[in-house]
C-alpha cells in the first residue's frame, strides 16, 4: 500500500450530463475545484468533438507541418511564445505554431491565409469547430471555478474579454544520442490550457510532492490545466503544475494545446481574501505577466506570478 505511482483526477464532462444547477453540476464542481487545488489539472473525458473531426483535425497538423520551413516561419507575433518556433538547439524535437483568437473566424482565416496564400478552406473549418468545441469545455470549467469560489458575478465580465490561443505542436522522436526533452519543465502562463494529442505519449506532470505523473492518451481525453494567471486569480488556491514533454520511440507526437488568455487586467475577487487568505496577488495585466515571464528577472524566480504581481 502506499507504493502506488499516482494517477491524475479523471472527470466526466459527456454531453447531457453536465447542466447548472443540476446535482450531477454541484458534484461535478467539487471534483474539479478538488484536482485543480490539488494537481492543478485533471483529464477530461469530453465527447464533443466527435471522433472524425478529431482524427480530420490531426490530419490537418501533418499536413500544416508538412509545408516548408520558409512558409511556417511567417507565423509571428508581438507576444512571445505565440508565434513559430523549431530548430531550437535546446528542444531540437519540438516545432510549434500559434492561432491567436483561434475561437473567431477572423483569427483562423488570417492564419489560414498565411500558410496558404491561395486559401485552404478545408484546415479553416476544421481548426474553429475543434477551437470552439474545446472553448466551450474550458468555459465549463471557469463557471465551476467561479461558482465554487462565489465569485460567479465576474465570469460573464471574464469570458468577454477572454481570448484563446491555439498552439499546435509536433515533436518528433529523438535519433541516438540526441536529447529526449520535447518541451522543457514549466508552467504555463495562460488562465486555463486544455492539452489534447495523438496515441503517442510523452506528456509528464510533476505533483506537489515532486512526483513525476504520465498521462496515458486517448481521443476522448483532454487535460486541462491551470496556469499562472488562475493561481493567482484564486489567491494562491489553485496549483499551477510543473509538466514537460519527454518524448520515446520514433513515432511523431501531435499535440494541441488551447491557452485562455485575459484581455486586459485580471483582478483577484475579494470573496477571495479574508484574514484567514491575506491578499497574495496585486491586479495585473495577463500579458504582462507573458512578457514578464521572459524576462532575466523571471528566470530567476520560483514562482513567475509572485515575482510579477505578489503583494
Ligand atoms: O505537448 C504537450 O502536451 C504540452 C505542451 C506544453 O506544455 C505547452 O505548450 O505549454
Ligand atoms: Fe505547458
Not at 50 to 70: A, H, I, K, V, Y
Not at 181 to 191: E, R, W
Request: glycine content about 6%.
Amino acid at each position: 500500500m502506499g507504493s502506488e505511482a499516482p494517477r491524475l483526477p479523471v472527470l466526466n464532462f459527456s454531453t447531457g450530463t453536465l447542466k447548472p444547477g443540476t446535482r450531477s453540476w454541484l458534484l461535478a464542481c467539487k471534483d474539479v475545484l478538488h484536482a485543480l487545488e490539488e494537481y492543478g489539472c485533471f483529464v477530461a473525458v469530453y465527447d464533443k468533438v466527435s471522433s472524425e473531426l478529431d482524427n480530420t483535425t490531426f490530419c490537418q497538423l501533418e499536413e500544416l507541418f508538412d509545408l516548408p520551413t520558409e512558409t511556417k516561419v511567417k507565423n509571428t507575433s508581438d507576444k512571445p511564445y505565440f508565434g513559430y518556433i523549431g530548430q531550437h538547439p535546446l528542444i531540437p524535437l519540438h516545432e510549434s505554431m500559434g492561432i491567436e483568437d483561434a475561437t473567431t473566424l477572423k483569427g483562423v482565416e488570417s492564419f489560414t491565409n498565411i500558410m496558404w496564400p491561395a486559401g485552404n478552406d478545408h484546415f479553416c473549418e476544421t481548426v474553429l469547430s475543434y477551437s470552439k468545441l474545446v472553448s466551450e469545455l474550458e468555459q465549463m470549467v471557469k463557471k465551476m471555478v467561479f461558482e465554487s469560489y462565489d465569485a460567479e458575478k465576474y465570469y460573464d465580465s471574464h469570458i468577454q474579454s477572454t481570448t484563446y490561443l491555439l498552439r499546435l505542436i509536433k515533436y518528433r522522436g529523438p535519433q541516438k544520442n540526441e536529447t529526449c526533452i520535447g518541451t522543457s519543465c514549466h508552467t504555463d502562463k495562460s488562465f486555463i490550457t486544455v492539452l489534447h494529442q495523438n496515441e503517442v505519449c510523452g506528456l509528464e506532470i510533476r505533483t506537489k510532492d515532486g512526483e513525476w505523473i504520465s498521462f496515458k492518451p486517448s481521443p476522448s481525453s483532454y487535460v486541462v490545466m491551470a496556469g499562472d494567471a488562475l493561481l493567482a486569480w484564486s489567491n494562491g488556491r489553485i496549483h499551477s503544475p510543473e509538466h514537460r514533454v519527454i518524448m520515446n520511440g520514433n513515432k511523431a507526437r501531435y499535440s494541441i494545446g488551447l491557452f485562455a488568455y485575459h484581455r486586459g487586467i485580471i483582478e483577484i475577487p475579494e470573496e477571495l481574501a479574508d484574514e484567514e487568505h491575506p491578499l497574495q496577488f496585486k491586479p495585473f495585466n495577463h500579458y504582462g505577466l507573458l512578457h514578464f515571464y521572459f524576462t532575466n528577472k523571471a528566470g530567476q524566480a520560483e514562482s513567475t506570478a509572485k515575482a510579477y504581481c505578489g503583494v
